[in-house]
T-cell receptor
Framework: DVKVTQSSRYLVKRTGEKVFLECVQDMDHENMFWYRQDPGLGLRLIYFSYDVKMKEKGDIPEGYSVSREKKERFSLILESASTNQTSMYLC???????????????FGPGTRLTVL | GDSVTQMEGPVTLSEEAFLTINCTYTATGYPSLFWYVQYPGEGLQLLLKATKADDKGSNKGFEATYRKETTSFHLEKGSVQVSDSAVYFCALSDLSGNTPLVFGKGTRLSVIA
């Protein structure tokens, strides 16, 4: 069974802390994505990666960075957490073969981050 | 750029009612179209898709037809159940390259017994 896992379901951090959100997929997918989900705004793409050590900015990359050292793992980093980064964070992956146009994108269960 | 507009919710229906969630899109090429569903406390999962004009995607009693002339991909179900309560997202993928999916803002559906 296909699996995308995220390191935490719930996380509470303080303003200014460095925060790591981890995502692991076991499907050997090339493409991985980080979104944040907020009421009334839907899903917004933060960063994505087409391959190991590659990264591309999404629509809202400010205040975030990412790391992809291994194919199965894609980490989202909040260098200095702020209260406006309180949100639900969703990771997703999709195979490279056949491309995004035709394949199903698989999502993790999400991490609800609260920054105090 | 490409965009997806779907009807705002929340939508509240009684069990066995007919459901329509409207979705229209703007794209420069001929995109693939998707509906994803998010059940409470979970990530999104693919509900159905259509990859060319006039295609009909269907799954779990839900259907949507890719209408190029009206640039629409409305989601329908003839008789909703309480277990269909979820947030529904319309999305498109531009065939011109390996670009990320473009999502609508989501429509929350609540079905009451």
């Amino acid at each position: 069974d296909v699996k995308v896992t995220q390191s935490s379901r719930y996380l509470v951090k303080r303003t200014g802390e460095k925060v790591f959100l981890e995502c692991v997929q076991d499907m050997d997918h090339e493409n991985m994505f980080w979104y944040r989900q907020d009421p009334g705004l839907g899903l917004r793409l933060i960063y994505f990666s087409y391959d190991v050590k590659m990264k591309e900015k999404g629509d809202i990359p400010e205040g975030y960075s990412v790391s992809r050292e291994k194919k199965e793992r894609f980490s989202l980093i909040l260098e200095s957490a702020s209260t406006n980064q309180t949100s639900m964070y969703l990771c997703a992956s999709i195979p490279g073969t056949g491309g995004i146009s035709y394949n199903e994108q698989f999502f993790g269960p999400g991490t609800r981050l609260t920054v105090l | 750029g490409d965009s997806v507009t779907q009807m705002e919710g929340p939508v509240t229906l009684s069990e066995e009612a007919f459901l329509t969630i409207n979705c229209t899109y703007t794209a420069t090429g001929y995109p693939s179209l998707f509906w994803y569903v998010q059940y409470p406390g979970e990530g999104l999962q693919l509900l159905l898709k259509a990859t060319k004009a006039d295609d009909k995607g269907s799954n779990k009693g839900f259907e949507a037809t890719y209408r190029k002339e009206t640039t629409s991909f409305h989601l329908e179900k003839g008789s909703v159940q309480v277990s269909d309560s979820a947030v529904y997202f319309c999305a498109l993928s531009d065939l011109s390259g390996n670009t990320p999916l473009v999502f609508g803002k989501g429509t929350r559906l609540s079905v009451i017994a």
